[in-house]
Structures are given as C-alpha cells and as structure tokens.
C-alpha cells in the first residue's frame, strides 16, 4: 500500500476501507461472534468508504492548489467527482444497512431492527451536510465526538438496537 497503491485515485480509499473491515473481522474472531452477518461487512466496507472520500475532499477544500504538494493521489480527484462518490456510496450504505435489517440470519424474526434504520438515514444524512454546508469531514473522528446531533444519533441508534437484541 505505502509504495504504489496509496498514489492510486479510488483504490486508495479502498484499501484504507478494507482495513477498517480486517479490524472487525478480527474483533469478530476475538471475540468469538458465531452469529456475525457479512451485511456488517458490507456496511463497514461502505461506511469507510463515505468517510474516506469525506476525509479526500475535505484535504482538497482545505489545501486547495497546494493538496497535490500535501498528498499525491489528491490530484486524481475533484471535489466533483468525491461529491458523486460520496452520494453512490451513501446511498449504497443506506441501502446495504437496510437489507441487513430484515433478511439477515443473526436478526430476531420480527424484523424490529428496521426500527433502527432511520436512525443510519439520519446519521448518513448529518454526515452529508457536515461535509456539503459545513465543509467538515477532514476529522472524521473529531466530527463524531464534537456534533451533538450525530453523537446523539449515534447513541439512539446503539439503545434501540440493544433493545431490539438483548430486551
């Protein structure tokens, strides 16, 4: 990765998404998951995708004619082709999540999970304006821990689905 596939537009952010899998992947082994749904890897795989392209056109918005000095493969995007990408993906995320909601295996029967997904629409939608109108997403991690409306999100979105599975 560090010495050709970190210079290759799109593949970049793949292959930094793919490792944010490989990380759940391994808690799911450490752990010792039997019922794990490789929809959450789906999900996983699309979730570091949005936040990936967020991070690059964030880096591009910032930098602006210096990006490509700061960071090579920022020359092989625009911030219009990270806008489009970040929407098929976005959608894709929210479309993935939801399938997983009603047909995957490890789920209780009553389908209550779909109960959850228009805390993810919120969650993806918050993180669209964040990037879009607040020009934001070059922290992604700071974004979750500083905007109240996501970390809230994010927090109802963990008590239903607790209930959901274990109440």
Same mark, same amino acid.
């Given at each position: 990765?560090?010495?050709?596939?970190?210079?290759?537009?799109?593949?970049?952010?793949?292959?930094?998404?793919?490792?944010?899998?490989?990380?759940?992947?391994?808690?799911?082994?450490?752990?010792?998951? %039997? +019922?794990?749904?490789?929809?959450?890897?789906?999900?996983?795989?699309?979730?570091?995708? $949005? $936040?990936?392209?967020?991070?690059?056109?964030?880096?591009?918005?910032?930098?602006?004619?210096?990006?490509?000095?700061?960071?090579?493969?920022?020359?092989?995007? %625009?911030?219009?082709?990270?806008?489009? =990408?970040?929407?098929?993906?976005?959608?894709?995320?929210?479309?993935?999540?939801?399938?997983?909601?009603?047909?995957? =295996?490890?789920?209780?029967?009553?389908?209550?999970?779909?109960? %959850?997904?228009?805390?993810?629409?919120?969650?993806?939608?918050?993180?669209?304006?964040?990037?879009?109108?607040?020009?934001?997403?070059?922290?992604?991690?700071?974004?979750?821990? %500083?905007? +109240?409306?996501?970390?809230?999100?994010?927090?109802?979105?963990?008590?239903?689905?607790?209930?959901?599975?274990?109440?």
């Amino acid at each position: 990765y560090s010495f050709w596939l970190k210079h290759k537009p799109i593949i970049d952010v793949m292959i930094i998404a793919a490792g944010f899998v490989l990380r759940v992947a391994a808690g799911v082994a450490l752990i010792v998951v %039997t +019922r794990f749904s490789p929809w959450l890897y789906v999900c996983t795989t699309l979730l570091a995708l $949005i $936040i990936g392209f967020g991070k690059r056109r964030a880096e591009i918005r910032l930098l602006a004619d210096g990006a490509n000095a700061h960071r090579k493969v920022l020359d092989g995007y %625009t911030i219009a082709f990270l806008d489009q =990408l970040i929407m098929v993906v976005s959608a894709s995320t929210i479309m993935a999540y939801s399938f997983y909601t009603f047909s995957a =295996l490890n789920l209780p029967s009553n389908h209550l999970m779909m109960l %959850t997904i228009p805390f993810v629409l919120y969650g993806v939608f918050r993180y669209l304006y964040l990037i879009h109108v607040e020009d934001a997403g070059g922290a992604p991690d700071e974004l979750i821990l %500083t905007d +109240r409306p996501l970390m809230a999100t994010l927090v109802l979105w963990g008590l239903v689905a607790v209930s959901i599975l274990y109440l």
